[in-house]
């Protein structure tokens, strides 16, 4: 089979596949109904092991946004990956990816859903180490090490849910919750969906996963692969809402919104800057999850997932064509050269920024108006709104440098727009950033929602976001020598741009102790104790003594003969006693 064969044909069945979740969820939420099919494999001493498949509205709305942007990125990787030798094998782990992911999103049973978790470590391991040189190998190793945390805590709540005779969790959360495995369970689940989401304090894997090819980050680091562990919350929201841990989660993932929206202004990764502005859009959705409004999470999950892909395979466009440098201070004045690409570029990152009537305003707007509603303290406020201002700030800073700045890559340099395969799945997705919000706002919410504020805290949100605004303008004009940008001490600033030291802290921090004492066993039990008990001890005792005999050999007669004499006389004495 041609390689551009396997391309269109997953293109086609996956499109297909999208549309038949669409109208089964328009006919789901018309009928009000919900579908559970359940098929037993195997049955031992009153445990069930079945394989069940959950059809509801919210599993069906999902799979038919992981369907659309699988199929635009398979299309689109048909032109950026055209150039790839094994283009098949590449073509083949993305399904993979899909599978398991859509595995993952039907199941209300843990069994099913521990397949689709470690399908989704595993082959996104696959992927990040995709282009094989050391970075990516380093970069693997940080990714599925990271999510194999969040395998053993499912694990471990499989042993936990023994005790209940079936793995179907869905029966349990409304009236288990006051147990206290349900509580050691719930725990466990947190801790999953922390790590699979990449909050503080396993954030460091996700911008090391841009090791990825451009495509696969598109699709498994925007939409899918971190949004996991957000639909486990979201499944299990209502055994969690009266633990400890989801207020713990709470801090942790506003603080996660906050250092990743400070990090994306130090970094000039392109791809880089674009994960951490993922990292806090899910900072968000968790933190808006463990307030209890699990719907609005997965409204924001779902507008998120659109232009987020759509800026990724913006930034895929613009690396090839920059002769695939990814620094951003090189490139400058794009919207000159490549219009369209730019267009989808600027629209996703406008929805990202939540300007209203795109994608990311309908979901972001409510997110911050409902944690204004809500009895809250001052410090989850001002995480959100600052955060909010943040990523107004990056976004301003990502397009001065890209859209405002000269170009700064070659004298002579050939920037061209013809890549139509690129175009056409960039636009699917650039329609949908545009509607999504809309769109899903009327099918999600059931009811129409009316917030009632006063007429300053309405307009935060817009303030917060023209603070951000002019920041962004102020810093990308100010030269590199002013104050250090931001009147900070070195060791601030650097405690700043490198993710509050968390990329060495959980590759140094968490090595540096153990190979540490293995140095220490390896010097003094390995090469030293054991070495002169057992091999070398007695090699040395025995030449010791062979030098010994040698020497009595050879240098004297006299005492040599009367050992000989000494021997036979015991030798003698011995006989005649036995």
Not at 77 to 96: A, P, Q
Not at 315 to 323: D, F, Y
Not at 349 to 356: S, T, Y
Not at 557 to 566: A, G, M, P, R, T
Request: aromatic share 18%; hydrophobic share 55%.
């Amino acid at each position: 089979m041609n390689k551009y064969n396997l391309c269109f044909i997953s293109f086609f069945f996956l499109f297909f596949f999208m549309l038949m979740n669409f109208f089964m969820f328009i006919y789901f939420i018309m009928e009000e109904m919900v579908l559970f099919l359940e098929w037993e494999i195997i049955s031992f001493n009153s445990m069930n092991l079945v394989m069940s498949i959950l059809l509801d509205p919210v599993s069906l709305v999902f799979m038919m946004f992981v369907f659309l942007i699988s199929s635009s990125v398979i299309f689109y990787s048909k032109s950026y990956m055209s150039s790839e030798l094994n283009l098949s094998r590449f073509i083949i782990l993305v399904l993979l990816f899909v599978f398991s992911m859509i595995l993952l999103i039907i199941s209300p049973n843990i069994i099913s859903i521990i397949l689709g978790w470690d399908g989704l470590g595993l082959v996104s391991y696959c992927l990040v180490i995709y282009y094989q040189n050391v970075k990516s190998y380093n970069a693997g190793m940080l990714t599925v090490l990271s999510n194999r945390i969040g395998d053993v805590m499912i694990l471990m709540v499989i042993a936990w849910m023994m005790n209940y005779g079936s793995w179907n969790y869905i029966f349990y959360l409304n009236f288990m919750g006051n147990d206290l495995p349900m509580k050691i369970i719930s725990a466990m689940i947190i801790l999953a969906a922390m790590t699979k989401s990449a909050q503080i304090p396993f954030s460091s894997w996700l911008p090391a996963a841009m090791a990825a090819p451009t495509p696969v980050s598109a699709l498994v680091h925007s939409s899918t692969l971190v949004t996991a562990g957000v639909y486990l919350l979201i499944r299990f929201n209502n055994l969690l809402m009266d633990t400890l841990f989801i207020k713990f989660l709470l801090l942790l993932s506003g603080l996660t919104m906050f250092m990743a929206g400070i990090c994306a202004n130090y970094e000039f990764d392109l791809k880089k800057i674009i994960a951490l502005s993922t990292l806090s859009q899910l900072g968000l959705m968790m933190s808006i999850l463990s307030m209890g409004y699990y719907e609005l999470a997965y409204f924001h999950l779902l507008t998120h997932a659109m232009f987020k892909a759509l800026l990724f395979m913006c930034a895929g466009k613009v690396i090839h064509l920059m002769n695939d440098n990814q620094d951003i201070r090189m490139m400058g004045s794009l919207s000159l050269y490549i219009p369209l690409t730019s267009l989808c570029l600027n629209i996703s990152n406008l929805a990202l920024c939540g300007i209203p009537f795109l994608a990311g305003f309908y979901s972001k707007d409510l997110i911050l108006e409902v944690v204004s509603m809500s009895n809250l303290n001052f410090l989850i406020f001002y995480l959100y709104y600052v955060s909010t201002g943040l990523t107004m700030f990056y976004t301003v800073r990502l397009l001065m440098y890209l859209m405002v700045n000269d170009y700064n890559l070659l004298a002579i340099y050939n920037l061209f727009e013809e890549d139509y395969i690129m175009l056409k799945s960039m636009f699917i997705l650039l329609i949908m950033s545009l509607i999504s919000g809309s769109f899903l706002s009327w099918l999600i919410f059931s009811y129409p929602y009316m917030i009632y504020l006063s007429f300053n805290m309405k307009m935060m949100v817009i303030y917060v976001s023209l603070v951000g605004l002019f920041m962004g303008i102020l810093i990308s004009n100010m030269k590199i020598y002013s104050l250090n940008k931001f009147m900070m001490t070195y060791n601030l600033s650097s405690f700043l741009t490198l993710m509050w030291f968390m990329p060495n802290l959980s590759t140094y921090g968490l090595n540096y102790y153990f190979l540490n004492f293995g140095q220490k066993l390896l010097v003094n039990i390995d090469m030293g104790w054991s070495e002169l008990y057992s091999g070398q001890g007695v090699y040395k005792i025995i030449k010791y003594y062979s030098l010994v005999n040698y020497v009595y050999q050879k240098n004297n007669l006299k005492i040599y003969l009367y050992s000989f004499v000494l021997w036979m006389m015991i030798y003698f004495f011995m006989v005649m006693l036995l």
